[in-house]
């Protein structure tokens, strides 16, 4: 597990084998003992698999491409997690993203263990006929661990619904008469996938936001005044006037974490910035995110680069280099691009007082550290986007019962239960010092902790 991650795991373990009340039948040696054991399984992957993929070419060449697929853990049921196409994939981000995708599951009582995949390619360099052929690669290779009930991916950076759809299909040629529908999630809604799988991740993500920052804080006004919670502040400054926010990357989880906050009518809020791989756009009056959706569709996922882009489209933005939307004098940051976005060398230029982590681990270690001391709020990644894996497994249960849910039903079962893991989280991170990424930890840390004691897993 990489260092960001172990050592949070680690921080939480700590603390629960100090609060005797946690699993109080385990007392001096016999305790030690079993909280020896867990840091072991906690941070270590079950199973590493690696392939490399024989893939050929449109050109007639034949080229070996690395693929991955690591189970981290299946304490709470099937490995779940995405696969990831990108050309900076290995194998240690591999293991760190399905440890992650245990704790999440586990925070969110999700039924199921944490997996990942990763193809160590860049996708716009291949045809389709190629990218078709390296998903069926894919299964073929990996076809033994996966299945509806051992291991399920679902899309993630470079992947989409049209690529889970290959996967499935070839799973299904390769296990005839078996059961598939449940094999693959995030597939397109005409093959069995859920209505709203795809906004999940990004609706989510605002929707933590605003849970934090409107109706929790409605709820429970005492964390408004008198004392130095900077949430509060935060949602006091705001009480008048519109919250500026800025999201990094425009994709999946992005674009559309963008729109929800365009469209909120809980609260006031502008989105004043908007960046991808290539590009930052900035409006101090609030960027038009429908039209700038609407000309990414069109664009293979790009925003707007030129003068001439801007007017086709008719946004009004300035052009900025790609990473200064870290650095805006802005509310809330969004991050919903890649990890380790933010680190060591640019960190003390972020000024936003409240960040969220659409992507996954997009602050490094010792950025977190950085920005914690100062007193930002992070909202991490396992409790903000869990949207995609909490409405992976809707479409997974919906395979299962071949009865399909409505898109209202989908954001319904979505936010509720999204709700219930903030409103056991929130009123520990108001009433005591751990940062909100530990108190995410410790309770998923307990969760499984537990489990893997009663399943007598410890000694
Ligand atoms: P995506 O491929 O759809 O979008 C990625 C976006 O980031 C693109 O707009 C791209 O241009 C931009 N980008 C790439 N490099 C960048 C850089 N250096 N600076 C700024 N922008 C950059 O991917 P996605 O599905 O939106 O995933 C984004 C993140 O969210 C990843 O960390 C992923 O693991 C995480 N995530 C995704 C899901 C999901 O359901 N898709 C679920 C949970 C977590």
């Known amino acids: 597990m990489a260092s960001q991650t172990g050592s949070i795991v680690q921080q939480s373990l700590n603390a629960l084998l100090e609060d005797k009340s946690f699993l109080q039948n385990l007392q001096d040696d016999a305790r030690e003992q079993a909280f020896t054991s867990l840091a072991a399984i906690l941070s270590t992957p079950n199973h590493v698999h690696k392939s490399f993929l024989r893939v050929p070419l449109d050109s007639g060449k034949v080229v070996r491409v690395p693929s991955f697929r690591v189970q981290h853990n299946d304490t709470l049921g099937p490995y779940k997690g995405g696969i990831r196409f990108h050309e900076s994939v290995n194998e240690d981000e591999v293991v760190n993203l399905a440890a992650l995708m245990t704790l999440k599951n586990a925070l ?17 360099e291949f045809s389709v006929k190629e990218l078709h052929s390296i998903c069926k690669k894919y299964v073929q290779y ?28 070839e799973y299904k040629s390769i296990r005839p008469g078996k059961p598939y529908r449940g094999s693959f999630t995030g597939k397109s809604v005409v093959n069995g996938g859920s209505l709203g799988r ?19 804080l409605k709820e429970n006004s005492k964390w408004l005044s008198g004392n130095d919670n900077i949430f509060g502040k935060t949602a006091l ?3 008048n006037r519109p919250l500026k926010i800025a999201v990094q990357g425009f994709g999946n989880v992005g674009s559309v974490a963008a729109l929800e906050a365009y469209q909120c009518t809980y609260l006031q809020n502008k989105v004043v910035a908007v960046s991808d791989r290539n ?13 700038l959706v609407s000309f990414t569709s069109k664009n293979g996922g790009d925003l707007p680069t030129t003068v001439e882009q801007l007017a086709e489209c008719d946004v009004k933005a300035d052009i900025e280099d790609r990473d200064e939307v870290l650095y805006l004098d802005v509310d809330v940051l969004i991050l919903a691009a890649l990890e380790d976005q933010v680190h060591k060398d640019n960190v003390q230029q972020v000024k936003a007082p409240v960040i969220v982590e659409g992507a996954n681990a997009p602050i ?47 954001f319904k079962l979505l936010f509720d239960k999204m709700k219930v893991t903030m409103d056991t989280i929130l009123p520990q991170f108001f ?3 751990f940062p909100l990424r530990q108190n995410c930890y410790i309770h998923a840390v307990m969760k499984l902790s537990t489990i893997l004691y009663r399943q007598g897993k410890l000694y």
């Open 108 to 124: 969110h009582e999700v039924p199921f263990g944490g997996g990942k995949g990763g193809v160590v390619i860049n996708p716009r």
């Open 142 to 169: 990996f076809s033994d661990i996966l299945g509806p009930d051992k291991d399920i991916p679902a899309p993630d950076v470079g992947t989409g619904d049209r690529e889970m759809d290959w996967m499935m299909a």
């Open 198 to 216: 795809r906004e999940a991740t990004g609706k989510g993500v605002f929707f933590t936001l605003r849970y934090m920052l409107h109706d929790f």
């Open 237 to 239: 400054s705001v009480a």
């Open 279 to 291: 590009v930052t756009l900035y409006n101090s009056e609030g960027l038009n995110i429908p039209a």
């Open 364 to 410: 490094t270690g010792e950025a977190d550290t950085y920005l914690s001391k100062k007193g930002v709020i992070i909202v991490p990644d396992i409790l903000a986007n869990a949207g995609g894996v909490i409405v992976s497994y809707f479409e997974w249960l919906q395979g299962r019962e071949t009865q399909f849910y409505s898109e209202q039903e989908v």
């Open 431 to 433: 009433g005591d010092p």
